[in-house]
């Protein structure tokens, strides 16, 4: 008589990604979507939830106890905010207690897409020079928006996905410098990137055969 194989498969981990903005959840869920992190969960904190940084936090902070997500974070532009290096560093105490960790971008999300053209050699402040190029350079001279993102952005992601390891890696190198002239790393999207591989495992591209355009 055969024995039953116990079944030993671990449930997977979870994690929730709680973005501050529209736009910045559908690019997310576009990532989600596209490398088949199936327990990913994105979301945007609703409209007059998140009014400052700690209410985000909280906000996340409740979704990931009623969700009961394995991690938890909460992503912000600096401007979505408008918050300093001074605020965020002040926050990090309070994310910790909420088991909520902070995806930021400094000086504005569009960071991110910037990083997929290449690494600055020094601090860039100003969001509006980053945005603009953005625009130019990553969007096809459209402004980065859900409208954007819900028209002639719908393939964004997987656009610039074959640059992901390279912006990651600007990331870390860009993070070097900003940390020196602001005391704050500019993003935290490497650390994010760690936990999505370790929770997701490594992005699926396989299903994806349609030419990037």
């Not at 985000?56 to 979505?80: E, K, N, V, Y």
Request: glycine share 8%; with cysteine.
């Amino acid at each position: 008589m055969k024995t039953r194989k116990k079944n030993i498969t671990q449930p997977k981990e979870t994690l929730l990604l709680v973005c501050a903005t529209e736009a910045e959840a559908l690019y997310f869920s576009q990532m989600r979507k596209d490398c088949r992190y199936v327990n990913l969960t994105v979301m945007q904190v609703p409209e007059g939830k998140a009014k400052n940084l700690e209410a985000l936090i909280d906000f996340t902070g409740r979704q990931r106890s009623r969700g009961r997500f394995d991690s938890a974070w909460a992503l912000f532009g600096f401007d979505d905010l408008g918050v300093g290096v001074s605020d965020v560093k002040e926050m990090e105490e309070y994310a910790a207690k909420k088991k909520v960790k902070m995806l930021y971008f400094n000086p504005t999300f569009e960071l991110w897409f910037l990083l997929h053209l290449g690494t600055p050699g020094a601090f860039v402040s100003d969001a509006g020079a980053i945005k603009e190029k953005v625009r130019t350079g990553v969007t096809n001279g459209t402004p980065f928006s859900a409208e954007y993102l819900l028209t002639n952005g719908l393939n964004l992601h997987i656009r610039l996905f074959p640059m992901h390891s390279k912006a990651d890696l600007g990331a870390r190198n860009y993070n070097d410098i900003v940390r020196t002239q602001t005391g704050l790393e500019a993003t935290t999207m490497p650390l994010f990137d760690e936990d999505i591989e370790a929770i997701c495992g490594k992005a699926d591209m396989s299903h994806n055969q349609k030419a990037r355009r």
